[in-house]
């Protein structure tokens, strides 16, 4: 799999002859590298640290630089930038001086699938696997889609596939309203749940812009929902420009896709059977623990058939489905006077999604220790999902708590991982000092068959 190189036949030139990316390091902006590079365009870019995106971007033939100068802008003709790039980039300024065009990063998507029908999968939690799930399906089923992923799959081997098929496969991700730029033919939202709120500043707010989303759904086109989230399940009545069809998917309550008899498995993920209005289509059996990735699948399968692949093509994907990177990421398994401890890595960063992978951490590994280190992700989340960071740690046994990782914030916006500490009611959290000071005592504590979560 991984990025194909060629170019699609008789495709319009859509971009100049050097582009320049702001933050290329992001998930989402090294895809969009991977993708200019494999149509010959030139590709510089920048960020603040390097990482495997941009030495994957370097090994493709960009040149990527360490930290923000005006001088690194060079002779691009255009750049793209992250929504986290503040006014006040130096590389953003020059590119103003000098008249150049600057585009959003959701921007470049869109004009690299303007001939593509577009699938795009939104939502609070499970977008990334739920895209993942599906990108799978569709090349299971030949269509040879292109695929831009908000994060690493084994399957996928990397964020980006650059197929030749008629159909674009995208996370949609609401953070900066990214997602409001693109119309989609067919759209899956698998939640809503506020969350991005040092952005959009109410949840108010930031539902209206998923009901703006729906509505942006092609005429004609599909927008399948999951019946399981409230809040998602209003956005049938609130698409008020869209005349697109409405499809609902669900474990829980009556809906076009259904997911029955849910029961486990020997590989220790869940098997389930599928209903579609009422008929049955079929198993699904997945490798990858947790009821939640039942409901990625299931509504990527939703998607899937739509398009136009065979049910026991797209069930035969999701069977095989490794898992995304970072996504409940089984590391490794310490052997030996110390083991067996299993070692898993999940960036999990909302109360729900913690539960969630709790939830199949207890499934997939019953009976025994869990034991977890968590990092709070900015201080505002901390703030503003207090209520629900304070229960979402009930499946641990022993938890860790690192300092807030700040990303764009100061700690006046919220409160710190100390504050945190004191808030969390069952287990009471261990508090360490930094990653590097921490992982003597955490080392010294583990015991034999113990699970280690980092989140």
Request: contains cysteine; hydrophobic residues 40%; proline residues 4%.
């Amino acid at each position: 799999m991984g990025l194909m190189s060629r170019q699609r036949k008789g495709r319009k030139k859509i971009t100049p002859g050097q582009v320049h990316l702001v933050g290329a390091g992001g998930v989402h902006m090294s895809a969009i590298g991977q993708l200019l590079l494999a149509r010959g365009i030139a590709v510089t870019g920048s960020d603040l640290q390097p990482s495997n995106y941009t030495r994957r971007l370097e090994q493709l033939g960009a040149k990527i630089y360490q930290g923000h100068t005006a001088s690194n802008v060079g002779d691009a003709e255009l750049l793209v930038v992250t929504a986290a790039a503040m006014d006040d980039n130096p590389e953003l300024i020059a590119a103003r001086e000098r008249g150049l065009p600057v585009m959003l990063r959701a921007e470049m998507v869109q004009r690299l699938v303007e001939d593509r029908e577009v699938l795009a999968i939104a939502g609070s939690h499970g977008k990334t696997t739920t895209t993942n799930m599906l990108a799978m399906m569709m090349e299971r089923g030949e269509l040879d889609p292109l695929v831009i992923l908000g994060g690493d799959s084994p399957d996928l081997g990397g964020n980006v596939r650059d197929g030749n098929g008629r159909h674009a496969v995208l996370e949609a991700d609401e953070y900066a309203e990214a997602f409001l730029h693109y119309s989609p033919k067919i759209a899956l939202v698998t939640n809503i749940e506020a969350d991005h709120l040092d952005y959009y500043g109410t949840e108010e707010h930031y539902k209206s812009a998923f009901t703006r989303f729906a509505s942006q759904v092609q005429s004609e086109g599909t927008l399948i929902v999951c019946a399981d989230s409230p809040d998602a399940l209003g956005l049938a009545e609130a698409r008020s420009e869209s005349d697109a069809h409405v499809e609902f998917y669900s474990v829980e309550n009556e809906a076009t896709w259904r997911a029955r008899g849910l029961r486990g498995n020997d590989r220790g993920g869940l098997d389930c059977t599928v209903e579609l209005d009422g008929l049955e289509l079929g198993k699904l059996s997945l490798q990858v623990p947790g009821r939640h990735n039942v409901v990625n699948a299931l509504g990527a399968l939703a998607v899937a058939m739509r398009a136009g692949v065979d049910f026991h093509r797209a069930a035969s994907a999701v069977s095989d489905f490794q898992g995304t990177r970072r996504h409940f990421e089984l590391i490794g398994e310490v052997t030996g006077d110390r083991g067996p401890i299993t070692i898993v890595d999940d960036y999990a960063h909302h109360p729900t999604e913690i539960r969630a992978t709790l939830s199949a951490a207890r499934q997939r590994f019953a009976g025994r220790r869990l034991v977890a280190c968590f990092q709070p992700h900015t201080y505002s989340r901390s703030q503003y999902l207090l209520d629900g960071f304070r229960t979402c740690f009930e499946a641990i046994d022993i938890l860790y708590l690192l300092p807030t990782y700040a990303a764009r914030e100061t700690n006046e916006t919220g409160i710190d991982a100390p504050t945190l500490a004191k808030e969390l009611e069952v287990p009471s959290p261990l508090l360490l000092d930094s990653i590097e000071s921490g992982t003597a005592q955490i080392v010294a504590m583990l015991e034999a068959g113990d699970v280690f979560l980092t989140i």
